[in-house]
């Protein structure tokens, strides 16, 4: 089968340690798009830090952000967005605020980023990315995700999986292989992002690409034609996938997308 679209989770599967693109996976993805591929970055990032590496690229991509809660065509065009429900938010805004998470909190413009002090680049924060030391007073209808930052072993999180039947929990990864769990509206998911991607643009999940490497991605790897895991991922994601790669240490990426082109 002749593939169409790419969706490529980021953080442990395309990004390197210091969060960015290396050359040879810039190019790779550069030689993608211009054989036709629909790149879309499928992440629990919102869209706007979605977007962000692949514009430094030269590329203009689709995406699947917010962990499939705000979908995008290329150009920025919303596709799908699903707000959490206020009651959940407004819990889990208390709960961050309670147990000291770190934690995002991804609206379709822009997102709060809760920390316990603010960062020495606060001041300078674009536009779409707001610092904050609480998010009690924070404006949270429309929110469409969170990320939040437990520890493995943080009393609070049976609070949080106590909402298991109104919301979606995933465990993600950050680039730096630091755990997280991302929350959505029920029934919202990566697979259903990249369903509603596909449907958006003419295109038979069939003929999609999904490449992750945690819990968060399996969905995805349901809904596309092809599942491929970085071999760094989680035990959830391996056994998941239908091929397994390199981790974005070696430009796992890089190497599959060109070893695809080859064969089309």
């Known amino acids: 089968m002749r593939y169409r679209l790419l969706a490529i989770d980021l953080d442990g599967t395309l990004l390197n340690g210091a969060g960015g693109l290396t050359p040879r996976t810039a190019e790779a993805l550069r ?12 992440t629990a990032r919102w869209y706007q830090a979605a977007v962000r590496p692949f514009a430094a690229a030269g590329l203009e ?28 938010a407004r819990f889990i805004a208390e709960l961050c605020d309670r147990a000291g998470w770190p934690a ?21 924060a674009p536009e779409w990315l707001r610092p904050l030391t609480s998010l009690r007073e924070a404006d949270l209808r429309g929110a469409l995700a969170v990320l939040a ?42 697979g259903a992002g990249l369903r509603a991607l596909c449907g958006a643009l003419g295109i038979d999940p069939r003929e999609a690409v999904a490449i992750g490497d945690s819990e968060v991605d399996v969905p995805m790897f349901e809904a596309a034609g092809l599942a491929v895991a970085v071999a760094t991922g989680t035990p959830a994601a391996l056994s998941a996938a239908r091929e397994v790669i390199a981790g974005p240490g070696e430009d796992g990426v890089a190497q599959f997308i060109e070893e695809l082109l080859r064969r089309a």
């Open 31 to 42: 030689r993608a798009a211009a054989a036709g591929l629909v790149v879309a970055p499928a």
């Open 61 to 88: 991509v689709a995406a699947i952000a917010s962990a499939g809660a705000d979908v995008r065509a290329p150009g920025g065009r919303a596709v799908a967005q699903a707000p959490l429900p206020g009651e959940f």
């Open 104 to 124: 995002t909190v991804a609206l379709p413009d822009f997102a709060y980023r809760r920390a316990n002090e603010l960062p020495p680049w606060a001041a300078n």
């Open 149 to 190: 930052e437990p520890g493995a072993d943080d009393p609070h999180l049976a609070e949080l999986r106590a909402w298991r039947d109104r919301v979606e929990l995933f465990d993600a990864l950050a680039f730096t292989g630091d755990g997280m769990v991302s929350v959505t509206a029920k029934g919202v998911d990566k």
